[in-house]
């Protein structure tokens, strides 16, 4: 498996935002968001390492650290994260994430013998890439999933709520929204929630790029 990056800190965001967590960040990905703050592991001439299922469940096990995000790029394009997946399976007391796109079919991950939580994006309008959302996946979701929207506009934040409602998303997963860092203010984006009564969804700021330098690696 291609791995750009392995360490320890904390959730940056989603349900565990400021726990700790070990990150396994795979190479590549089938999308190009506008936002993305990740692309230098999408080239493909970054550097990774080759690394087994057993040698990234060791390094796993080796940080003593209960939450797993598995992320990219896009995890799910690597052809071995099922065998990772039921190998994680093996230790109860580990919780693990999956941060997806949105645009890989997430059903041959929802083995209830090993399935992970998902992270999971809707990229909206702006991003540049709605139109690879692979919709199927609202009917795979659980409550103990998460849908994701990353906006840039107000005019993102209305199609963030034309999805919510239309896949009445508020009663089957988890649903944040979060400014793209420095295209939007978050005190717009409340202003948006109050005006349009947005119950049962959380605004998250990205924590690690509050505490740290939003461009360092590592965190």
Known sequence: ???????????????????????????????????????????????????????????????????????????????????????????????VEIETNGSVSIEPFCNDDYRPSFTMDYKLPESGCENDMCLENFCFLKNTDTVKFVCSSIDDLKKAKYIIEKYNLTKICAVYISPVFGKIEPADMVSYMIENNLNDIKLQIQMHKVIWDPNLKGV
């Open 1 to 95: 498996m291609k791995v750009v990056e392995k360490f320890v800190s904390i959730n940056g965001e989603s349900r565990r935002a400021g726990e700790l967590a070990v990150f396994i960040r795979f190479k590549g990905c089938n999308l190009h968001c506008c936002y993305c703050d990740t692309k230098w592991a999408n080239e493909t001439d970054c550097d990774f390492e080759e690394l087994t299922v057993e040698e990234i469940l060791s390094y796993i096990i080796s940080t003593n650290v209960k939450n797993v995000t598995l992320t990219g790029g896009e995890p799910l394009l690597q052809p071995e994260i099922g065998s990772l997946l039921k190998a994680l399976s093996q230790y109860p007391e580990i919780r």
